[in-house]
């Protein structure tokens, strides 16, 4: 029997010549056809010719086909029985043969007895097929003719095999081969296979390609591993059949050992063979993998295949430019082309693979994830994850959680994802939908690296794929936007910008879907409006702004409408988005070029810009809110440069003269009308940067508001603050706050100005507002329910409340007309301290001013509320990044003058410490808000947005600028963080390293601690900034680590970033001594870690990380009047973690602690500590234990178990490891007996199950074949955790009778995996021969007293006791009489019914 074969495509050729050939000769009519019969009948009277007339086959002579006159079945069965039956049978089968031989040597005989015969029967009463086969064939099907048929083809084939094509096209060896196809049955296989194969072996290269391929319609099942054999080793010698022998091979079945023979075979050659055969290469190995081999010939595969290097860079940009132009193919570019289509074959065979194979698909998945480096991955990784996951759906979850990994640990980055696209973005927009898909939901991701990634799928898609695609893409995106989640509104937005930039011309055509977003405006955030405004007015403005009319109209339509709005919160839109619209217009007029046409069109979008700007003012004025926002917007956009000089005369026009109406006044006057407090700090804003930029950042004009005097009313305290109504109350405290702003402002304009006058005068304002938020402080701490007057303007509601700890925020109020309002006395430049009323001067008093947060910790008899004025930065004006170039200020002499102007005195002024707490207070908080990503969940019933209140001028900026600017700042930082830390060092010399002894000034020691925590704050910050990753930014990351570097060494230029990150590693090392609290310890050990994250070769510091964090942990550390510890939880809980994590011997640290420490903590009163780790008190015990037994369990999970292979060292090394750690586990939970808090016991359970688990994982392996060489350690090891293991259970007798939910979730997990211990036990000892040594009994219900638990009875059925409580040990004397059987125990269960063991128990 024969395996049906499938019919190759060279036979389906052949026959399709045959059918050509037949229907080319077939008569016209039945007439005609008799004639010719007549006339070309072979007349021969040889044995052969007879039989075959006899038989129903007429042959014919010259080129004419031979003719059937019965059913092709019937004339094989007749000359069966003829040749039979013939009186001198068998030898007229050498007759037979000997006539059809001598009828052969013609030509065209030859050739008709290959070519199919002719029927002259109608069709209609055939009871065969419609084909006949040829006479050859026909003699084939008869088993006593087919050996002697095959040996004359086989002999006549030779003849032809160097012959040219005949002219009609019929290949003689091809139609020799071609009657050999689908026999229904082989006499002799072997014979057959032994002569193609040596036809296959002297046949012409094109002859050997035909051959080979049609083996198997040949050859039939017993003969195809011969044929296998032969194929593999002519593979090895003839590389031009590759192609051909390995589709047969998929083909025919084969042993799986030549298989992977031959499959390791092309592995060797993946590098070197033509692209044009790698895709039956890749489908011969891929067809070829088991289940059992499956991962590693993936492996393998995946570290061969290149198909990157497969196309080269000068085919890369033809693909890229006939992409974008659309050009006409050249003759390269179809050589390009081919290459081309070879990988895009490749990818549909492989495509096929996964979709259809199930291992190679999890093997594939499994390959990429078994790849740690980065630098390991190629292109080929992430398209063939593309690739599975859009054919498949089972594997998708798996697929995006890989992904998810490979992100976050920096494996998958932007280059190798542009590189995918740019080298397979045909075969990856065969799976674009997927990719879509993947990337929508990568912007639901909470992880900011993931984000990124996502962003990057839609942007490339839109760059590489077509019209279609780019559509989907921005649909997409408007779908993002119009869901109202924030962070995904924020995530498309910067998309659609990007998109805007990269194409803006495709970005037009799609501008119809970006447009219908302005219907979801109300649930979008200042900051986002901006975005969409700016794109929409890109897409309306840019050049040809004919094609964007429609966009045009609508927008103006939009703005006006929200103008004419009486409700703020559409009045937002419309101010916003006519500024954003100016903007953009201005921008676009400036790029025309010079010539009249261009001036003229210039000069009519002037007219346009300052019309919608008047449009704005006077639609805004009747509300100072909207007056406000409009001042602060419209100064953003002078202060990005957008705004035209012709603009911006019209703007210095009418800005200066109104400021100068509505608040500057001689003190006797009395203005008319009524101009809002609210449109003092924006209106100067506006008016300060107008005038910085027509004069060139020169602000003479208005210097003489930097010191002109503020008159306000009584606003020191005293003993009044509680006799005052709150109403009184409320009016100082708006007071202070509309103050606290125009001085914030003042020190925004004048914080860059060179002069020394100028700069004492802005430090001597900065002083001013650290004293005006003490006393503020103060006034708030008795007013809980008072709302403040807004300051930053562009909020998305009226429900911006401070959140106070004294009382619920109330609502805001209206706005109206506030007493007392704020004047400034026209030109009258007095000293800064006549600036405060005659009944301020107290403030100045030189007594040192200090922070509420400080004051609130030391002072709590007198404070009987705390008040954070962290709560109430919406309610501040933004202090600008420039700011903070007050940093630099040294020693500065201030001139004062008397009222002739001249020099009446002279004073010396500097940044003092408050003031420096103030801007490093401020830095940090803008660090952490640009440079330091935070979880994208927006809390429940929080308002959206309250991260970024206060910080809308600082998000216009780029974090790479924000960088930028704080790596300038490093010199004075560094200068400061030196001055604080020598602050430090002489303290702790005056009071014998005490630093809180009696000689400390308190509000000093605190305002320097702070500091000196928010200078690391800023460092840390800094430094973690996962920008510095980005290539782009290397040389800001060596530069700001060359300020580090230069404080140790002179600075030397061109030095590695190795011998950076070491020098600046030393340099901050050198701080650990001076670190006044557990706060700024942690900080700076975080600051060396990340230091460290950037270093190739982190072993050496890693070792002075765990050295430096015990130090830490060993200090005594000062805490205040009130508190138990100073020490925040959390944060002792980060520091342990990194000792444990950083230091050598986890084991031995967690021994230390536990059996070195906490025995002190035991013998200590109560309210001491461990001598050895201060830190570790009662109150942090829980810390210390929930650490320990986490990085226990780590420890352990993360050691490989052993296997059989290994040496005898490793084993010996692996169960020492073992005892240690079983020895830490014992230590930890008999803690339980003296710590037995419901914190620590919850630790215990949770932690106590994994540890288990991790035994039995990892150990247990190891124990199976260590338990004969090592009888006396496993024995000790596994007594020593039966131990362990009986506590554990009588935990969990102790929950249960507490009748504790927390405890009592965590009891039947623990209870099963104490369970599947001894059955793991016992496992073993089968393994080990060592069977009737296990037994089991009943284990009594204790607590953690050892005391029994009566109200559950031990002696209750068996088989409950079994199922909860049993316990397997091993009899040690049944060892010891085996001589080779050693005592072992599982540590849940005991024998009842021993005495011994009841003692025991």
């Known amino acids: 029997m024969f395996s049906k074969r499938r019919r190759s495509k060279s036979e389906e050729k052949e026959n399709t010549t045959e059918h050509a050939s037949q229907a080319g000769k077939q008569p016209l009519s039945k007439k005609t056809k008799k004639s010719r019969v007549h006339n070309e009948v072979e007349e021969n009277d040889s044995v052969f010719v007879k039989l075959l007339k006899t038989s129903g086959i007429i042959l014919k002579t010259g080129k004419s086909q031979n003719q059937l006159a019965v059913d092709q079945i019937i004339v094989q069965k007749k000359l069966f029985q003829t040749l039979r039956k013939h009186p001198s049978y068998p030898n007229i089968i050498e007759e037979f043969i000997s006539g059809l031989e001598s009828y052969i040597e013609d030509r065209d005989n030859f050739r008709n007895c290959l070519l199919s015969c002719e029927r002259l029967q109608d069709e209609e009463t055939s009871m065969g097929a419609s084909y006949s086969k040829s006479l050859i064939k026909l003699l084939l099907g008869i088993d006593i003719l087919q050996p002697a048929i095959i040996k004359t083809l086989f002999e006549k084939l030779p003849e032809f095999l160097f012959e040219k094509v005949n002219s009609d096209g019929i290949s003689m060896p091809r139609l020799i081969i071609n009657q050999l196809k689908w026999l229904d049955r082989v006499v002799d296989g072997k014979d057959l296979t032994t002569k193609i194969m040596q036809l296959i072996s002297i046949a012409p290269l094109y002859l050997q390609h035909d051959f080979v391929t049609s083996l198997p319609e040949i050859l039939g099942d017993s003969q195809h591993a011969d044929v296998g054999k032969e194929l593999s080793d002519l593979l090895t010698e003839n590389t031009l059949l590759t192609v051909p022998i390995l589709d047969v091979l998929s083909s025919l079945r084969l042993d799986p050992k030549l298989l992977s023979k031959v499959r390791q075979l092309m592995m060797g050659k993946l590098s070197s063979v033509r692209l044009d055969d790698l895709p039956v290469i890749i489908k011969f190995i891929l067809h070829s993998v088991t289940t059992t ?56 065979v492989i495509k096929s693979a996964v979709r259809y194979e199930k291992t190679i698909s999890e093997a594939w998945i499994k390959a990429i994830e078994n790849t740690a480096s980065g630098s390991e991955h190629k292109v080929f990784d992430l398209t063939m994850l593309l690739i599975i996951y859009s054919t498949n759906t089972q594997t998708k979850k798996y697929i995006e959680k890989v992904l998810r990994n490979k992100i976050r640990s920096g494996c998958f980055q932007e280059q190798l994802l542009q590189s995918t696209f740019c080298i397979h973005y045909l075969v990856l927009k065969d799976v674009f939908l997927s990719i879509l898909s993947l990337a929508q939901s990568f912007l639901h991701s909470l992880d900011q690296s993931i984000v990124l990634f996502g962003s990057l799928l839609y942007k490339y898609a839109f760059k590489f794929f077509d019209t279609y695609c780019q559509q989907e893409v921005v649909g997409a995106l408007v779908t993002h936007i119009c869901s109202g989640n924030e962070a995904e509104v924020d995530t498309a937005l910067d998309i659609l910008l990007e998109l805007v930039a990269l194409n803006l011309s495709a970005m037009r055509l799609n501008a119809v879907f970006v447009k219908g977003i302005l219907d979801y405006l109300d649930n979008m955030s200042p900051q986002q409006i901006r975005k969409l405004f700016y794109i929409l007015s890109t897409l309306a403005f840019s050049k040809p702004r004919e094609a964007s009319s429609h966009i045009q109209d609508d927008m103006h339509l939009v703005i006006r409408k929200q103008l004419s709005s009486t409700i703020f919160k559409y009045k937002l839109v419309g101010i916003i988005g006519a500024v954003t619209m100016a903007g953009i217009m201005t921008a676009d007029s400036r790029s025309f070029s010079l010539t009249q046409e261009g001036a003229a069109l210039s000069n009519e979008q002037c007219t346009q810009v300052t019309s919608l700007l008047q449009l704005v003012h006077s639609c805004s004025k009747q509300s100072p809110r909207a007056s406000a926002l409009y001042y602060d917007e419209f100064a953003n956009l002078i202060q990005e440069g957008k705004l035209a000089s012709k603009a911006l005369e019209w703007v210095g026009q009418t800005i200066f003269n109104d400021f100068q109406d509505a608040f500057v006044v001689d003190l006797c006057v009395v203005p008319e009308g009524l101009v809002s407090p609210l449109c003092l700090a924006p ?38 603050l509680e006799s005052m109504s709150v109403k009184e109350h409320s009016f100082v405290c708006s007071l202070i706050f509309l103050t606290l702003n125009w001085f914030r402002e003042i020190v925004n304009a004048f914080c860059r100005q060179t002069s020394p006058e100028m700069k004492g005068k802005v430090l001597t304002r900065l002083k001013h507002i650290v004293e005006l938020q003490r006393i503020l402080e103060k006034y708030l701490a008795v007013t809980p329910d008072y709302v403040p007057p807004l300051a930053n303007f562009d909020v998305e509601t009226l429900d911006v409340t401070p959140h106070t700890s004294t009382a619920v925020s109330a609502k805001i109020r209206k706005q109206g007309k506030i007493g007392g309002r704020n004047r400034k006395a026209d030109g009258s430049k007095t000293s800064s301290l006549d600036s405060l009323s005659k009944e301020d001067s107290s403030e100045c008093d030189p007594t040192p001013s200090d922070r509420s947060q400080l004051e609130k910790e030391f002072k709590g008899k007198e404070e009987k509320t705390s008040v954070s004025l962290q709560n109430y930065r919406a309610f501040f004006r933004e202090l600008d990044i420039e700011v903070f170039s007050i940093l630099h200020c040294g020693l500065v002499t201030k001139f004062i003058l008397d009222t002739e102007m001249h020099t009446e005195a002279t004073e010396v002024v500097q940044l003092q410490p408050p003031e420096l707490l103030f801007l490093l207070e401020d830095l940090s908080q803008k660090v952490e808000n640009m440079l330091t990503p935070v979880a994208r969940r927006v809390p429940f019933l929080k308002s959206k947005g309250s991260r970024n209140i206060g910080f809308s001028h600082l998000h216009q900026r780029s974090a790479q600028e924000i960088a930028y600017n704080i790596v300038q700042l490093l010199t004075p930082m560094c200068n400061h963080l030196e001055n604080i830390h020598n602050y430090f060092q002489c303290l702790a010399a005056e009071n014998q390293g005490v630093a809180d002894g009696p000689g400390v000034k308190v509000q000093e020691y605190h305002i320097m601690s702070s500091s000196y925590q928010r200078l690391l704050q800023i460092f840390h910050g800094l430094f973690a900034w996962s920008g510095f990753f980005q290539p782009e930014n290397y040389n800001l990351l060596c530069s700001a680590l060359e300020v580090l570097t230069s404080r140790l060494k002179q600075k030397e230029p061109d030095q590695a970033l190795e011998e950076l990150l070491s020098q600046s590693f030393h340099y901050l090392q050198n701080f650990r001594h001076s670190v006044p609290t557990f706060q700024c310890a942690l900080y700076l050990i975080k600051l060396l870690m990340v230091l460290l994250e950037k270093s190739t070769a982190p072993t050496q510091s890693k070792e002075k990380i765990a050295s430096l964090a015990r130090q830490f942990l060993c200090r005594v550390w000062p805490h205040g009047e009130k508190e138990k510890s100073s020490i925040p939880n959390d944060q002792l809980h980060i520091l342990l973690s990194i000792y444990l994590e950083h230091t050598d011997s986890v084991l031995k640290a967690i021994e230390e602690i536990a059996g070195v420490g906490v025995p002190e903590l035991i013998n200590s009163p109560k309210d001491a500590s461990s001598s050895t780790f201060p830190t570790l008190t009662r109150h942090t015990f829980v810390i210390f234990f929930r650490v320990m037994m986490a990085e226990l ?29 079983v020895r830490d586990f014992t230590i930890l939970i008999n803690l339980i007996k003296v710590f037995d808090s419901r914190p620590v016991l919850h630790v215990c359970l949770k932690y106590g199950r994994l540890f288990v688990e991790a035994f039995l994982k990892q150990c247990m392996p190891l124990l199976d074949f260590s338990f004969r060489k090592h009888r006396e350690d496993v024995l000790s090891l596994l007594e020593t955790f039966q131990l362990d293991t009986r506590l554990l259970h009588h935990l969990c007798g102790h929950s249960k009778i507490h009748q504790d939910t927390k405890l009592t979730k965590h009891v039947p997990l623990l209870k099963k995996t104490l369970e599947l211990l001894v059955c793991r036990v016992k496992a073993m000892l089968v393994l080990n021969n060592c069977r009737e040594a296990f037994w089991l009994g009943n284990l009594k219900n204790r607590d953690l007293q050892g005391e029994e638990i009566m109200s559950q009875n031990s002696q209750e059925s068996t088989a409950d006791d079994i199922g909860d409580d049993t316990s397997s040990q091993v009899s040690k004397s049944k060892a010891t009489e085996d001589g080779e059987e050693d005592e072992t125990s599982d540590g849940e269960k005991e024998q009842d019914s021993d005495a011994s063991d009841d003692d025991s128990d």
Not at 340 to 346: E, S
Not at 701 to 713: A, K, N, Q, W
Not at 1196 to 1213: F, M, N, P
């Open 683 to 720: 209106y100067f804003r506006l008016l300060r940067l107008c005038v910085e930029r027509q004069h060139n950042g020169n602000l003479e004009e208005i210097d003489g508001l930097l010191d002109c005097p503020v008159f306000l009313t009584d606003l020191e305290p005293g003993e009044r």
């Open 293 to 348: 081999d499956a991962l590693e010939v993936i492996s393998e595969l995946r570290e061969q295949l290149d198909l990157q290097h497969c196309i080269l860079p000068s085919q890369l940009q033809a693909f890229q430019s006939r992409l974008k132009n659309k050009e006409q193919r050249s003759s390269s570019g179809n050589q390009e082309n081919s290459g081309q289509d070879c990988v895009i074959l490749l990818f549909d």
């Open 1193 to 1221: 369990e780590k420890t352990v999970k993360g050691l490989q178990a052993g296997t059989a292979a290994d040496s005898q060292q490793i084993h010996e090394e692996k169960l020492l490891y073992w005892n240690m750690a």
